[in-house]
């Protein structure tokens, strides 16, 4: 027999924590200590419906998977919930207005574009979240702004009727050599998550990092793929190392073609932006001064899990307990890259995470250039498959990466913002801009073919100037949103 919302609403504090989520109660008390957001915001919906906040965050197996089952309560009637009285929010209704007057599609000519109407249409706390980075989000900027101080040396007169850009990316063919990078949290931006980037990435032949802290499940994206489809799997290490292995065979089982470990996030670094769309709580504790940090923002709130222990020595066990490429994700320096071949890893992410980990660490494409001139000269650039990620939001920017030696490249922030302005249609838009993009640059600097890409095309020698000027960039500095300082508290009512 269903439960009523009266018997559910009595369970509305710490002592007993009941709450509803997609129709059926849950007995969360003795989890209140344990949840990584904090027990706040779940107390906030003690003894009510809530979905709503749950369902972007995290994957709808969550419950089944870590909530014992003594604790599932069993289903709802829904019939008989109280339903809350929202207060009028003039900057939601602002916001929805926004979504209705959107540009067409068709207006957007650039990545830059779909971040522009992402950052109009988006709920703040979604666009906190993806665009937000460490501290002064100085290495966010310059992963973008350090490709604009390497300067193309085109070659001329060569027959590029018939340009090819398609590569192969740890044994995979694919039509250009860029991927979807894992990104946490898509139903942020899109209902429907991480599937509508599995399906625009089948449309387009591109392959597909499936991220560890997704909003679908694992299962949900895997079983969107379609064909002969490729993805691969990024690994956030869990302490418990069964349960790494499990995911890990997991995905090998489901057919998975690569393993990408983040080596960069012993713990997530702190993203203001984030931070500061979270703290709507107000009331006395607030003003007098005592916990003001509602939740540390999304991120830290689904990370508690990973391991910081993490250490080289466990990446010949990775290798023991799957035969799919393993992959250092987060790699920042070339002596890194060398002992990453001495442990036999398969291939490397020069990365430092979107920004959003250590500010002031180089960029992608820096590493790069710095790293390939010294494999190459002892002989080990075919040892291992380089990709870099990080600011890439243009063609001239993937070919920039291939003259210097990298593999491939991964995008993450632009096809998120595509998703949440224009759902798949604006995924598939926004890859295949690049595809065009390809075309046109490949002919410009001279060449027909991936292979052809080489460092005598490229000028690096401003890219390791930190100080020098480069021309603006009025794209990116338009959709850029600053970071803010704290708000005034509002006047006490009398």
Not at 222 to 228: E, V
Not at 269 to 282: A, S, Y
Request: hydrophobic content about 40%; some cysteine.
């Amino acid at each position: 027999m269903a439960l009523k919302g009266s018997d559910i609403a009595q369970h509305n504090n710490a002592d007993s924590c009941w709450v509803i989520i997609h129709g059926k109660a849950y007995d969360v008390t003795d989890f209140l200590p344990e949840h990584p957001g904090g027990s706040k915001i779940i107390l906030k919906y003690a003894g009510k419906d809530a979905t709503e906040e749950f369902e972007p965050i995290h994957p709808p197996d969550t419950l089944d998977k870590y909530l014992e089952k003594s604790k599932h309560l069993g289903p709802v009637d829904m019939g008989t919930v109280a339903k809350e009285e929202k207060a009028h929010d003039p900057h939601e209704a602002a916001r929805l207005e926004r979504v209705e007057q959107k540009p067409h599609l068709s207006q957007c000519y650039n990545l830059f574009d779909f971040e522009a109407v992402a950052r109009r249409v988006m709920k703040t706390t979604a666009w906190g979240y993806y665009s937000s980075a460490a501290d002064d989000e100085i290495t966010m900027r310059e992963n973008h702004s350090a490709f604009h101080r390497i300067w193309f040396r085109p070659q001329v007169l060569v027959d590029v009727e018939h340009v090819d850009f398609s590569t192969t990316m740890l044994g995979t063919r694919c039509s250009i050599p860029f991927y979807v990078t894992a990104t946490a949290l898509g139903k942020l931006g899109h209902h429907e998550g991480e599937v509508i980037l599995t399906r625009a990435a089948h449309k387009q032949n591109v392959i597909q990092m499936i991220p560890t802290l997704a909003s679908c499940s694992f299962d949900e994206i895997i079983d969107a793929r379609q064909g002969d489809q490729v993805q691969w799997l990024q690994l956030y290490v869990n302490k418990d190392r069964e349960i790494t292995r499990k995911i890990v065979q997991h995905a090998e089982a489901r057919g998975c073609k690569g393993l990408f470990i983040t080596v960069d996030a012993p713990q997530l670094g702190r993203r203001e932006k984030d931070m500061r769309t979270k703290f709507t709580d107000q009331g006395s504790n607030v003003q007098s001064g005592q916990d003001t940090d509602n939740s540390q923002g999304a991120a830290r709130a689904i990370s508690s899990f990973i391991d910081p222990s993490l250490s080289w020595k466990d990446i010949p066990w990775f290798k023991s307990i799957t035969k799919m490429p393993v992959v250092l994700k987060g790699v920042q320096r070339v002596e890194d890259v060398i002992r990453a071949i001495e442990v036999q890893a398969d291939g490397v992410v020069l990365s430092n995470h979107g920004g959003r980990q250590l500010d002031t660490a180089r960029s992608g494409i820096e590493i790069l250039a710095e790293t390939m001139p010294i494999l190459r000269a002892r002989g080990l650039q075919d040892k291992i498959e380089i990709f870099i990620d990080g600011g890439i939001r243009r063609a001239t920017d993937i070919i920039k990466a291939l003259c210097l030696g990298a593999r491939g490249v991964g995008i993450g922030r632009p096809f998120l913002y595509a998703m949440s302005a224009y759902g798949q249609d604006g995924v598939e838009k926004a890859m295949q801009l690049l595809k065009d993009e390809m075309e046109m640059n490949m002919r410009l600097i001279g060449c027909a073919r991936v292979e052809d890409l080489n460092p005598s095309l490229v000028d690096t020698r401003g890219l390791f100037v930190h100080s020098n000027s480069t021309a603006a960039d009025a794209l990116s500095q338009t959709v850029y949103d600053p970071l803010v300082v704290p708000s005034q508290r509002a006047k006490a009512k009398l």
